[in-house]
């Protein structure tokens, strides 16, 4: 029997989680109740013009991050939520959000559709300023998100609903990667990524409050950054603290070595006061953080995780006068 778990290893090992998100310029989420099949959109009740769409999309590679949603109500409820997750450009807090309501989840498709055309919806409700979090228990992809999501998800629901916050919502969700940091969960609309979460750290994160040295253990990344410069935010953030999380940022690298052990890698941001502040870094592979192993409990291989380190920081300019548009 193989007791391979691929978190208890990553967590033995020490991993640093930072830098371990893909960039997706789209994310649409589909409710659909559980259980979900090893590929989501093969599960039972996914009708097949959902998933001829997404399998369309895909081989298109368009940026488009496709993921199956539920909620302990989604089996019973009549109508299907559909939540459309788009990058903004420039200067931001992460992704814009469009919310509709179906009658039925065969109605996706059509309504994608529509939305990829830039056609409105007779289906698109008012969205509204809600948190979203995506909890990954997709235990079929990966037994870690079975055995550490669905108790980390019903801890969530319980936490949301003791400390009576509004317009937070908790959801299931299918595959969203890095199945070794389980539990790991998306931030919505921020598009920020947790991993190896435990209740006391996802209530600082809920919050905004509390010691932010312990996103140094949680703190996966920001998915609008380059994976490689996702340390340099997390530097900021510990810098600046739970303000960091209201200021608009961008970021980008300059240049990169040919072995892309050494990045040049610029962050911009602006505070509510519009005040902008752009640094730059000198990122270098971290060799005593570098790790060679399973990427998930079924990898017959393991892998190489090159690890940044931020070697130099330093503020480039200030400007206190105009807020972007």
Request: aromatic share 12%; with cysteine.
């Given at each position: 029997?193989n007791?391979?778990?691929?978190s208890?290893?990553?967590?033995?090992?020490g991993e640093?989680?930072?830098g371990s998100v893909s960039?997706?310029?789209?994310?649409?989420?589909i409710?659909?109740?559980?259980?979900w099949?090893t590929?989501?959109?093969?599960?039972?009740?996914?009708?097949?013009?959902?998933?001829?769409?997404?399998?369309?999309?895909?081989?298109?590679k368009?940026p488009?991050?496709?993921?199956l949603?539920?909620?302990?109500?989604?089996h019973?409820?009549?109508?299907?939520?559909?939540?459309i997750?788009?990058?903004?450009d420039?200067l931001?807090h992460?992704?814009?959000?469009?919310?509709?309501?179906?009658?039925?989840?065969e109605?996706?498709a059509a309504?994608?559709?529509?939305?990829l055309?830039?056609?409105?919806?007779?289906?698109?409700?008012?969205?509204?300023a809600?948190?979203?979090?995506?909890?990954?228990?997709h235990?079929?992809?990966?037994k870690?998100c079975?055995?550490?999501?669905?108790?980390?998800?019903?801890?969530a629901?319980?936490?949301?609903?003791?400390?009576?916050?509004?317009?937070?919502r908790?959801w299931?969700?299918?595959?969203?990667g890095?199945h070794r940091?389980?539990?790991?969960l998306?931030?919505?609309p921020a598009?920020?990524?947790?991993?190896?979460?435990?209740?006391?750290?996802?209530?600082?994160?809920?919050?905004?409050?509390?010691?932010?040295?312990?996103?140094?253990?949680?703190y996966?990344g920001w998915?609008?950054?380059?994976?490689s410069?996702?340390?340099?935010?997390?530097?900021?953030?510990f810098?600046?603290g739970w303000?960091?999380?209201?200021?608009?940022?961008?970021?980008?690298i300059?240049e990169?070595?040919?072995?892309?052990?050494?990045?040049r890698?610029?962050?911009?941001?602006?505070?509510?006061?519009?005040s902008?502040?752009?640094?730059?870094?000198?990122?270098?592979?971290?060799?005593?953080?570098?790790?060679?192993?399973?990427?998930?409990?079924h990898?017959k291989?393991?892998?190489?995780?090159v690890k940044?380190?931020?070697?130099?920081?330093?503020?480039?300019?200030?400007?206190l006068?105009t807020?972007?548009?």
């Amino acid at each position: 029997m193989n007791t391979f778990f691929c978190s208890d290893n990553s967590r033995q090992l020490g991993e640093d989680i930072i830098g371990s998100v893909s960039n997706h310029k789209t994310y649409i989420l589909i409710e659909c109740p559980t259980p979900w099949a090893t590929d989501a959109f093969h599960s039972k009740w996914v009708p097949e013009n959902l998933r001829l769409l997404v399998e369309e999309i895909k081989r298109a590679k368009l940026p488009i991050n496709f993921l199956l949603i539920a909620n302990n109500l989604s089996h019973k409820v009549e109508r299907k939520t559909l939540l459309i997750y788009q990058k903004q450009d420039g200067l931001s807090h992460g992704y814009q959000k469009r919310e509709f309501h179906l009658e039925n989840i065969e109605q996706a498709a059509a309504v994608i559709r529509k939305w990829l055309w830039d056609r409105n919806s007779n289906y698109e409700v008012e969205a509204t300023a809600t948190r979203d979090f995506l909890v990954c228990t997709h235990g079929s992809h990966d037994k870690c998100c079975s055995r550490y999501g669905n108790s980390f998800y019903f801890n969530a629901t319980s936490i949301v609903d003791e400390l009576n916050l509004e317009n937070v919502r908790i959801w299931k969700s299918s595959h969203i990667g890095g199945h070794r940091f389980a539990p790991t969960l998306i931030d919505f609309p921020a598009g920020r990524y947790y991993g190896n979460l435990d209740q006391e750290s996802f209530k600082s994160i809920l919050t905004r409050t509390g010691d932010i040295k312990c996103l140094q253990k949680v703190y996966r990344g920001w998915g609008i950054l380059p994976s490689s410069i996702q340390v340099l935010e997390r530097e900021l953030i510990f810098r600046y603290g739970w303000d960091w999380f209201d200021y608009k940022v961008a970021g980008r690298i300059i240049e990169q070595s040919a072995d892309k052990n050494t990045i040049r890698a610029e962050l911009t941001f602006e505070k509510p006061d519009c005040s902008q502040y752009n640094y730059q870094a000198r990122l270098v592979k971290d060799e005593t953080k570098t790790v060679e192993l399973k990427s998930s409990c079924h990898a017959k291989h393991e892998s190489v995780y090159v690890k940044y380190a931020v070697a130099s920081l330093w503020l480039t300019s200030t400007n206190l006068a105009t807020c972007s548009a």
